[in-house]
């Protein structure tokens, strides 16, 4: 195995040396039971941390509610075609999520099941696939990384697919960590080509993680240098090759040409020739490489700073891997991002922090040759002290901040407890909001014998393609009556879905048009004025105050007044009274 050039102050340390700098004993029993009961322990605090907020239940935000009206009215074979919604999703984690349905019921446990138990297999899997890649020290400040992440919990509780990248990502670690170390044995392999087939039908950047995991195997000069293992590893990438193309052709290319997924992530390719190239770059590398990391450490949101930090740190770390344990550890946590990086380019891959989620095992484990590298640089004497100093520095910087995740307040809209009172309040006209649309719906289907006429209708009404959809520029503001298509009556209450107000905002990162059209709030506000004589109540979540105080200040001018109102983080229920006919033409 080629050797770079050395590192000063760092003493190299490979498979085949296993003398760590770290302990005072190198082959002492005493230190791999400790290093065995600390990752233990945080893995303890890991697995804690995500079941209290899976049990904690917070409700579904829009993006979840979105995939949850699909999972819940579609048969396993309908879950294979185009989603409702505009949502897009591996098939095994939308059948895997049924199955949880069918098991737990159609709440949030059983749709958020998968994406907890594919969390807590990433903690499982992270320290001994780990341990066998770099040694004690960093697997150990690895599995602190991954115990504590924010981002890796936040995702362990939405019923969405992304807590699944990470999980497959762990695994391919996992597989391709003995083979590294031993590539003598066919069944490694076998293991290897297997699970790589099965992660691109799970997750789809599991292509990039084996694009590393190809290039690591393929500059190993133990395989390089043997031709039977040569034409193993030409076997295996040809076997993932197909693979993809297959699921490409058939199942990816639908979702990477979608005109509405093209246009909301646009702003995250890294797309050449761009007037703005230089701040998509900026900001997918701050989303990459800084965001998941440093913000979740408490240091303060300043990106320019953070960006130079979270690259310098990440960009030490895969040096520090390379040059202590060869050149296929350095290749596989630098190829993976190129490889995301590449397709961003090519306008195939957004590059954000949910769409970065399956690397968080790369990025951890180059953080922790960086801090071992830092490490190394103090007296061999010192180093034990320094290093156990570190990791406790870490823990108390994010522990709390972890666990205020699960504790406290939830970032995202809090709607369940307000879709069921108002669903149990009576027969008045009930105003959506178009953003609260999927959780109303969700909130008042009653699955057990679900009205899919119902669910159908707002499907095609509130898809990307309808007037009632949040994130597009709405239709030409209109005045809309009840022989429009956009009331429902549903169990003898009219529902009166909110027309798009034509905000718009890409990739999560910044609003292209941050007010409503003009014309837009009276000419809602009319729609709820002529459902009623008298009273009518409005459900609005994941909105911004742009948007609804327009539309209360609307009806406020046609005489409404908010008799009651209650809400939540991101939600609100508003009950209006309005003035009687004869009342409102006398005056």
Not at 232 to 250: D, E, H, I, K, P
Not at 515 to 529: I, M, N, T, V, Y
């Amino acid at each position: 195995m080629a050797v770079s050039a050395p590192i000063p102050g760092l003493r190299r340390r490979t498979r085949r040396s296993p003398v760590r700098a770290v302990h005072v004993d190198a082959g002492g029993r005493a230190h791999a039971d400790w290093y065995r009961a600390a990752a233990i322990a945080l893995i303890t605090f890991g697995v804690a941390l995500r079941l209290l907020l899976f049990f904690r239940r917070p409700s579904l935000w829009l993006d979840e509610a979105m995939v949850a009206l699909n999972v819940g009215s579609r048969s396993f074979g309908g879950l294979g075609h185009p989603l409702d919604f505009d949502q897009t999703a591996p098939i095994p984690f939308l059948w895997a999520t049924k199955a949880a349905t069918l098991l737990l019921g159609m709440n949030e446990w059983g749709l958020r099941l998968v994406p907890l138990l594919a969390s807590l297999g990433v903690l499982i899997l992270i320290w001994p696939a780990a341990r066998r890649l770099v040694g004690d020290e960093e697997a150990l400040l690895t599995t602190a990384f991954a115990s504590c992440s924010i981002l890796l919990l936040t995702y362990a509780g939405e019923a969405k697919q992304y807590g699944v990248d990470g999980f497959v990502t762990a695994g391919l670690l996992a597989l391709v960590a003995p083979l590294l170390a031993d590539a003598s044995r066919t069944t490694r392999w076998r293991y290897l080509g297997a699970g790589g087939m099965v992660a691109l039908w799970c997750s789809m950047p599991a292509v990039f993680t084996l694009a590393g995991i190809a290039v690591a195997l393929a500059v190993d000069q133990r395989i390089r240098g043997d031709r039977r293992r040569l034409r193993r590893l030409v076997v295996v990438c040809g076997s993932w090759a197909a693979t993809f193309v297959v699921l490409y052709v058939f199942v990816y290319r639908s979702a990477m040409h979608d005109p509405y997924l093209r246009r909301f992530w646009e702003p995250t390719f890294f797309t050449v020739g761009a007037a703005d190239a230089a701040r998509r770059i900026t900001d997918g590398l701050y989303q990459a490489l800084a965001s998941p990391f440093l913000s979740e450490l408490g240091v303060p949101d300043h990106e320019g700073a953070l960006l130079l930090l979270g690259v310098g740190l990440w960009a030490v770390g895969v040096a520090a891997a390379w040059y202590a344990h060869g050149p296929p550890m350095g290749l596989l946590l630098i190829v993976p991002y190129l490889a995301a990086f590449g397709a961003s380019a090519a306008g195939l891959y957004p590059i954000a922090a949910r769409m970065q989620l399956f690397a968080t095992p790369f990025l951890y484990l180059a953080g922790a040759s960086a801090v071992l590298a830092a490490v190394e640089l103090w007296p061999r004497a010192w180093r034990p002290a320094v290093y156990g100093a570190a990791l406790l520095a870490f823990l108390l910087a994010r522990a709390p901040r972890a666990a205020g995740v699960v504790l406290g307040p939830q970032d995202r809209e809090e709607s369940r407890g307000l879709v069921q009172a108002l669903d149990r309040g009576g027969p008045d006209p009930v105003y959506l909001f178009a953003s609260g649309v999927p959780a109303w719906l969700f909130y008042t289907t009653d699955w057990h014998a679900p009205d899919t006429a119902r669910l159908h209708w707002y499907a095609r009404v509130a898809g990307s393609a309808g007037p009632a959809f949040a994130n597009a520029p709405s239709r030409a503001p209109r005045s809309i009556h009840d022989g429009d298509g956009l009331t429902y009556t549903y169990h003898g209450r009219r529902e009166i879905v909110g027309v798009g107000d034509g905000m718009e905002y890409r990739g999560g990162l910044r609003f292209l048009q941050p007010w409503p059209d003009p014309g837009w709030a009276s000419a809602e506000a009319a729609r709820l004025r002529a459902a009623t004589d008298s009273t009518a109540s409005i459900f609005a979540s994941h909105f911004t105050p742009a948007e609804l105080g327009p539309l209360l200040a609307a009806i406020w001018h046609l005489g409404g007044v908010v008799e009651e109102a209650r809400a939540e983080r991101s939600a609100a229920v508003y009950r209006i009274r309005f003035p009687a006919q004869r009342e409102r033409v006398t005056s």
